[in-house]
């Protein structure tokens, strides 16, 4: 039997699904006050935004779906394992230009962490396997110009 907090997660879940894409039924599972925190890249969503990131693995992948593993619920904290599946067939935006999409598969791992506060979820931290997702994308580290930048800068 789920408990109250797993079944608000779980609406979540749904919510950001491809197939469903609710924003505004994600959005209205958050507190006034709730955050969505993307730790990987760095941001955070509030508000109207709260559903931005779903908005946009929706686009870099349309068929998306949250395979999910393993919950452990402790009490009104909720740590998922999971893997986000799709097929990348939208535009993968990026700070330097768009990498035009492959139609590769995409598995990548991923941990979340909610905290539900009167049955609202107050806190979503997301940690998306980054080093296993751009290799999917097709996107290589440079190791060559990271190499170069510290000599350059050594000197």
Not at 35 to 49: D, L, P, Q
Not at 67 to 73: A, G, I
Request: aromatic share 10%; net charge negative; with cysteine.
């Amino acid at each position: 039997m789920a408990t109250d907090a797993e079944a608000v997660v779980r609406a979540a879940y749904r919510a950001a699904e491809g197939s469903v894409l609710d924003i505004q039924g994600f959005r209205d599972l958050f507190a006034e006050d709730g955050v969505f925190n993307n730790i990987v890249a760095g941001e955070s969503y509030r508000g109207e935004h709260l559903g931005d990131p779903a908005v946009y693995m929706a686009k870099l992948a349309p068929d998306i779906h949250r395979e999910l593993h393993r919950f452990h619920v402790m009490g009104d904290t909720v740590a998922v394992e999971l893997t986000i599946q799709g097929s990348f067939t939208g535009l993968f935006e990026t700070p330097v230009g768009v990498v035009e999409p492959t139609g590769a598969k995409l598995a990548i791992p991923t941990a979340d962490f909610w905290y539900i506060e009167n049955g609202k979820v107050k806190e979503f931290n997301c940690y998306v396997g980054l080093s296993v997702m751009l290799p999917q994308l097709g996107v290589q580290p440079d190791f060559a110009a990271a190499v170069a930048a510290s000599t350059a800068e050594a000197s």
